[in-house]
């Protein structure tokens, strides 16, 4: 009915991989985050009163 | 017989031929019924699964096979629990799949893990094996697959992901063949650098080839036994990874940039709309005359037919060779249709050890009922199978009814398939027919179908026994 790989080797350069794209993912997670908040940062700086005004309320 | 461990087990217990790789427990059947054994040494892993409410969650989702636990019949020593599961009616394998199953599969696996994590489990191995098809949906059917998370480790079964779901997926995007070859000669999953060789320059600026095949397959070409071990990890980390699986196999787009020559066979037949209006009154009136409660539809192109026998509530096979016309039925996602790709000049063979770990298509496809409409043609005339063993073949697969339309060559799409013959075709005509036929069949209904050449006939299989 089902074919089991318990003991399926993970391959020590899968595990390596795993690291390496877990660190990549992270940093774009952050460069992401980052240009969100220097994006939303400037659109408030540059924005006009009356939307500074709204979005302060 | 004798099972793992060597003690002797009475003979109408069987021990499931696939599976012997999991020390966890195995799957036995008992006059036909399957039952799982659990072994001692998944005790623990096998009450967090149920404690956890993990399995709840999982069962009621419909993603994981559900089970009862009996008293029932136990194996061998180490037995701890005997698990009765919902029974299956049919097994398929991903050599049989369209690429939309096996995506389907993969997400099915991604979502199982994701689920798995935030119960303090994952899943300790990623193979298609343990997927079926349920009333038109993927569930996982090995109760077993399941590990206490070490949150400090990668994904133990990522390769495995990767080589059996992502990567033929990947080549499927690129080359559009769908994915069954891959998984017929790749069973246990195609390699990143094999992957990597058979993708497209242009798969490069693809950010999930790049990081899950091209980085994969470069470093695995490095990989040393001396390899670090003590790389940490942590859930962050896993649960981005597992997103990113998820995001780029949600994203792979499995249909073809243009269409098959089958898949707008009905729409576009010669033949015309009045045809298939008279072959399907015809059908449906055969229809009436018989009794079944599963059947097997043979060439069921989008499967415009397969779906009036699903609608007497029997439980449908329905294959056909073209993987756009399987993706095209599948998508409908019937309850009652189990849709695949077999090519019937070549359907699957018995494989794995021993040839015994996988059954061929022809021993799991025996129905009550089988019906092959505008098929016989292709088979004698394209393939060049004598009418004789197309007989002896439709009569292993029927277990009492065929239900068939004979196309003679003075039909448009026979000459087609004829015109560039330089031989002439002998024993292909109706007299032909009807004596290979009658040799294991008795003729109940023969009639023109209106407007064409072409004869639909009910056939009832001679009781031998």
Same mark, same amino acid.
């Given at each position: 009915?089902?074919?089991?790989?318990?003991?399926?080797?993970?391959?020590?350069?899968?595990?390596?991989?795993?690291?390496?794209?877990?660190?990549?993912?992270?940093?774009?997670?952050?460069?992401?985050?980052?240009?969100?908040?220097?994006?939303?940062?400037?659109?408030?700086?540059?924005?006009?009163?009356?939307?500074?005004?709204?979005?302060?309320? | 017989?004798?099972?793992?461990?060597?003690?002797?087990?009475?003979?109408?217990?069987?021990?499931?031929?696939?599976?012997?790789?999991?020390?966890?427990?195995?799957?036995?059947?008992?006059?036909?019924?399957?039952?799982?054994?659990?072994?001692?040494?998944?005790?623990?892993?096998?009450?967090?699964?149920?404690?956890?409410?993990?399995?709840?969650?999982?069962?009621?989702?419909?993603?994981?096979?559900?089970?009862?636990?009996?008293?029932?019949?136990?194996?061998?020593?180490?037995?701890?629990?005997?698990?009765?599961?919902?029974?299956?009616?049919?097994?398929?394998?991903?050599?049989?799949?369209?690429?939309?199953?096996?995506?389907?599969?993969?997400?099915?696996?991604?979502?199982?893990?994701?689920?798995?994590?935030?119960?303090?489990?994952?899943?300790?191995?990623?193979?298609?094996?343990?997927?079926?098809?349920?009333? %038109?949906?993927?569930?996982?059917?090995?109760?077993?697959?399941?590990?206490?998370?070490?949150?400090?480790?990668?994904?133990?079964?990522?390769?495995?992901?990767?080589?059996?779901?992502?990567?033929?997926?990947?080549?499927?995007?690129?080359?559009?063949? %769908?994915?069954?070859?891959?998984?017929?000669?790749?069973?246990?999953?195609?390699?990143?650098?094999?992957?990597?060789?058979?993708?497209?320059?242009?798969?490069?600026?693809?950010?999930?080839?790049?990081?899950?095949?091209?980085?994969?397959?470069?470093?695995?070409?490095?990989?040393?036994?001396?390899?670090?071990?003590?790389?940490?990890?942590?859930?962050?980390?896993?649960?981005?990874?597992?997103?990113?699986?998820?995001?780029?196999?949600?994203?792979?787009?499995?249909?073809?940039?243009?269409?098959?020559?089958?898949?707008?066979?009905?729409?576009?037949?010669?033949?015309?709309?009045?045809?298939?209006?008279?072959?399907?009154?015809?059908?449906?009136?055969?229809?009436?005359?018989?009794?079944?409660?599963?059947?097997?539809?043979?060439?069921?192109?989008?499967?415009?037919?397969?779906?009036?026998?699903?609608?007497? %509530?029997?439980?449908?096979?329905?294959?056909?060779?073209?993987?756009?016309?399987?993706?095209?039925?599948?998508?409908?996602?019937?309850?009652?249709?189990?849709?695949?790709?077999?090519?019937?000049?070549?359907?699957?063979?018995?494989?794995?050890?021993?040839?015994?770990?996988?059954?061929?298509?022809?021993?799991?496809?025996?129905?009550?009922?089988?019906?092959?409409?505008?098929?016989?043609?292709?088979?004698?005339?394209?393939?060049?199978?004598?009418?004789?063993?197309?007989?002896?073949?439709?009569?292993?697969?029927?277990?009492?009814?065929?239900?068939?339309?004979?196309?003679?060559?003075?039909?448009?799409?026979?000459?087609?398939?004829?015109?560039?013959?330089?031989?002439?075709?002998?024993?292909?005509?109706?007299?032909?027919?009807?004596?290979?036929?009658?040799?294991?069949?008795?003729?109940?209904?023969?009639?023109?179908?209106?407007?064409?050449?072409?004869?639909?006939?009910?056939?009832?299989?001679?009781?031998?026994?």
């Amino acid at each position: 009915m089902t074919t089991l790989f318990l003991y399926i080797d993970p391959g020590s350069g899968s595990y390596l991989v795993q690291v390496l794209i877990a660190a990549i993912l992270g940093g774009t997670f952050w460069i992401k985050k980052f240009w969100r908040k220097l994006k939303s940062f400037f659109t408030r700086i540059f924005a006009p009163p009356s939307n500074r005004g709204k979005k302060e309320s | 017989m004798t099972n793992q461990t060597g003690h002797h087990t009475p003979a109408l217990q069987i021990h499931h031929p696939a599976s012997f790789r999991d020390p966890a427990g195995f799957i036995f059947t008992v006059d036909g019924v399957v039952y799982r054994q659990v072994n001692r040494s998944y005790t623990r892993q096998y009450e967090q699964l149920i404690k956890s409410g993990l399995y709840q969650t999982l069962t009621q989702e419909s993603l994981l096979i559900s089970h009862t636990e009996v008293a029932g019949p136990a194996q061998t020593p180490d037995h701890h629990l005997t698990l009765l599961p919902e029974q299956l009616t049919r097994i398929t394998y991903p050599a049989e799949w369209c690429p939309e199953q096996l995506k389907a599969a993969a997400l099915l696996t991604l979502r199982i893990q994701q689920l798995a994590m935030t119960h303090g489990m994952c899943l300790k191995d990623a193979t298609p094996f343990n997927i079926q098809f349920h009333k %038109g949906r993927p569930i996982l059917i090995d109760t077993l697959s399941f590990d206490l998370y070490n949150p400090t480790r990668p994904w133990i079964a990522y390769r495995q992901f990767c080589e059996c779901f992502l990567f033929p997926l990947y080549i499927h995007q690129y080359a559009r063949t %769908g994915t069954a070859w891959v998984a017929t000669a790749w069973p246990e999953g195609i390699p990143a650098s094999l992957t990597a060789r058979l993708l497209p320059l242009k798969s490069r600026w693809n950010t999930g080839a790049w990081l899950h095949v091209f980085l994969q397959a470069r470093i695995s070409s490095r990989e040393t036994t001396a390899a670090p071990r003590s790389l940490s990890f942590s859930e962050t980390k896993l649960a981005r990874l597992i997103g990113h699986l998820e995001s780029i196999v949600s994203r792979v787009s499995t249909s073809p940039a243009k269409p098959s020559a089958w898949s707008n066979y009905y729409s576009e037949t010669a033949l015309g709309q009045s045809y298939l209006e008279a072959k399907e009154q015809l059908y449906r009136q055969y229809l009436h005359q018989i009794r079944f409660t599963d059947a097997l539809d043979l060439g069921c192109n989008e499967g415009r037919f397969a779906k009036i026998l699903a609608e007497t %509530g029997a439980s449908v096979m329905a294959v056909d060779s073209d993987w756009l016309c399987i993706e095209t039925l599948y998508n409908k996602h019937l309850p009652n249709i189990l849709p695949l790709c077999i090519d019937l000049a070549n359907p699957t063979p018995a494989s794995g050890f021993g040839n015994t770990e996988r059954s061929s298509f022809t021993d799991r496809a025996s129905s009550g009922l089988v019906i092959a409409l505008a098929l016989i043609h292709h088979l004698a005339l394209r393939n060049n199978i004598p009418l004789p063993l197309i007989a002896d073949y439709f009569s292993r697969l029927s277990n009492q009814y065929l239900l068939i339309e004979f196309v003679p060559l003075s039909d448009e799409k026979a000459r087609e398939l004829i015109a560039r013959k330089e031989t002439p075709t002998v024993g292909y005509d109706p007299e032909h027919f009807e004596s290979a036929f009658n040799r294991h069949f008795r003729i109940e209904r023969r009639e023109r179908i209106t407007g064409t050449d072409r004869v639909l006939y009910l056939l009832t299989k001679f009781d031998r026994t």
